[in-house]
């Protein structure tokens, strides 16, 4: 729980997972619902940060199988129209009629998708690092001819270490897929490592020289690897360019669209292409910024995109 929390509590489904979720700031505030990573990341610790808690009133809570919601793990009714089922209860459950929507990478996934399923309930949109899972954006982040293995060929040799080739997008997805829908713990914990490795190895422009060179697997490590590699074969549970195709139904939303210029995660090609398809949006490509909204750069549009809206509303 972030120290500005003032609630804290969990929201029973109909189909048995209990979904965590915290409020902080204003209760009379700005509603804006902050729509995590991953999936499978939980909330991260200073989310709360980007925010005049005087201004706004915070919600966050965790998807489900991750951080606080329960189960763990859980794979069962967990696909993205549950996730956004879990979002209109939420709003629902807090009497909230509308509320912006803050999110980050795949959170602008799910946030993209929750605006187009009921457009009426979002004030604007706030995102950051833009995924729109498209096939084009999974062989980016995941394929040995990617994008990012291409930038990053060492960081991807050791996360593909243990295949005997390293094959397609497909063989890198089989090769997980043996072990993460198998019964070996430990390959489990060893293969979340290697996929957490990869991603933060490629998420920022200069990584924290602090980072261990060792890891444990962490819940969090687990659920992050997990929870994608089953979104990711899953294609995100939506058809081919479904954003794009139905961004239309965003035309009366005010977003800022906020992207490292030089993301390695999410290609910067997807923020500029919902750019264009969405005139009621602007776009900033952040100079010498990776994926990581810890990047200074981001960070601080991240706050001002906050500011601004405040300013607007």
């Not at 997805?173 to 190895?201: D, M, N, T």
């Given at each position: 729980m972030p120290p500005t929390c003032y609630l804290h509590d969990y929201m029973p489904t109909h189909d048995g997972h209990q979904i965590y979720y915290e409020l902080s700031g204003n209760p009379k505030g700005i509603p804006v619902l902050v729509i995590h990573g991953g999936p499978g990341a939980g909330l991260s610790p200073g989310y709360t940060d980007f925010f005049d808690l005087d201004s706004y009133h915070v919600i966050g809570f965790e998807q489900r199988g991750c951080g606080r919601s329960q189960p763990h793990l859980s794979l069962d009714n967990n696909t993205t129209h549950h996730l956004l089922d879990d979002i209109s209860q939420l709003r629902t459950t807090l009497g909230i009629k509308q509320w912006l929507l803050f999110g980050g990478s795949w959170g602008t996934t799910l946030a993209l998708l929750a605006a187009i399923r009921e457009p009426e309930t979002v004030s604007g949109m706030i995102l950051r690092g833009i995924f729109l899972a498209r096939q084009t954006d999974f062989h980016w982040f995941l394929a040995p001819d990617g994008g990012a293995a291409r930038i990053y060929?060492?960081?991807?040799?050791?996360?593909?270490?243990?295949?005997?080739?390293?094959?397609?997008?497909?063989?890198?997805?089989?090769?997980?897929?043996?072990?993460?829908?198998?019964?070996?713990?430990?390959?489990?914990?060893?293969?979340?490592?290697?996929?957490?490795?990869?991603?933060?190895?490629?998420?920022?422009?200069f990584p924290h020289s602090s980072e261990p060179t060792s890891l444990t697997c962490s819940p969090l490590l687990m659920s992050l690897a997990v929870l994608e590699w089953h979104y990711i074969i899953n294609d995100c549970f939506i058809s081919e360019d479904y954003i794009l195709q139905n961004v239309h139904q965003l035309r009366s939303i005010p977003a800022k669209l906020i992207h490292g210029r030089c993301d390695t995660v999410c290609q910067p090609q997807g923020a500029y292409l919902l750019h264009q398809h969405w005139p009621n949006s602007d776009l900033l490509l952040v100079e010498g910024a990776g994926h990581s909204s810890a990047d200074f750069g981001i960070a601080s549009a991240l706050r001002q995109a906050t500011n601004d809206f405040k300013a607007m509303y």
């Open positions: 060929p060492d960081a991807f040799a050791r996360f593909t270490e243990t295949m005997s080739t390293q094959g397609d997008l497909s063989e890198v997805l089989a090769h997980y897929s043996a072990i993460f829908s198998g019964h070996q713990q430990s390959l489990k914990a060893v293969a979340a490592i290697r996929w957490y490795q990869w991603e933060e190895a490629i998420a920022r422009v």
